[in-house]
């Protein structure tokens, strides 16, 4: 899953990046509105984490510019303390949760997998396919309650697929959802990932679909 951060207070921003990456998180960060406002348009994020005091462009504009083009990506929005007025400006500007600042990494990673999980129609914080079970809380997977070892890459491809069961999933899908935006993308490594992942889980579990993309299905 990737991640745009639109923070323009460098620790802040660093802070949320490094807690973001330890959660597995592919991330990229706008340090200000203009630039937040332009990698959201153009590029795909699984969701994004917008501070609303920003410099060039406001968040709530960010925010409105986005939800008129048609952007629908999970947005979580950082608001001031004491400014109870700019989370319903959020709100009504089509943001799906805030958070008031200071606020603690944990919750914010929690309503962040919260929005993801939504966003895919998924109840529980598990994932569930056949006997393999991925828990978004922790990063961790596991077959048949045996942990799986997995690399950051491995990982974000299997969620990536377990975010959307049974669906087609193209490669290059997967390269805008587990790539940040300065990493070298190869197309090439998809697959390699994908094969490693297969060494790792049970025969069937993920299903190629000749010259399309891959599919997770249940082994039988
Ligand atoms: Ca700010």
Redesign the pocket.
């Known amino acids: 899953m990737r991640v745009l951060v639109v ?3 460098p620790t802040l921003a660093a802070q949320l990046a490094e807690a973001l990456r330890g959660a597995a998180y592919a991330v990229d960060v706008a340090h200000n509105g203009v630039d937040g406002h332009y990698a959201g348009a153009v590029e795909t994020y699984d969701a994004v984490v917008l ?1 609303l ?2 410099p060039q462009m406001d968040g709530i504009t960010v925010l409105k510019k986005w939800r008129a083009a048609g952007r629908g990506m999970p947005v979580l929005i950082l608001t001031a303390r004491d400014a109870w007025h700019e989370k319903v400006a959020g709100i009504d500007a089509g943001a799906d949760d805030y958070l008031t600042k200071p606020f603690h990494m944990e919750e914010l990673l929690a309503r962040l997998r919260a929005l993801i999980r939504r966003a895919g129609g998924h109840a529980s914080a598990e994932l569930v396919c056949g006997p393999v079970v991925l828990d978004t809380r922790n990063s961790r997977v596991s077959v048949d309650g045996r942990a799986l070892a997995l690399t950051s890459h491995e990982y974000r491809v299997l969620d990536y697929l377990m975010h959307h069961p049974g669906k087609l999933v193209s490669r290059s899908d997967l390269i805008e959802h587990i790539y940040a935006q300065d990493f070298d993308r190869d197309s090439n490594t998809v697959e390699v990932f994908i094969a490693r992942l297969r060494k790792k889980l049970p025969p069937g579990t993920i299903e190629t679909v000749r010259g399309l993309g891959y599919r997770l299905a249940a082994p039988p």
Do not use: M, P, R, S
Request: no cysteine; aromatic share 0%.
């Open positions: 923070e323009d207070e501070d005091g920003l």
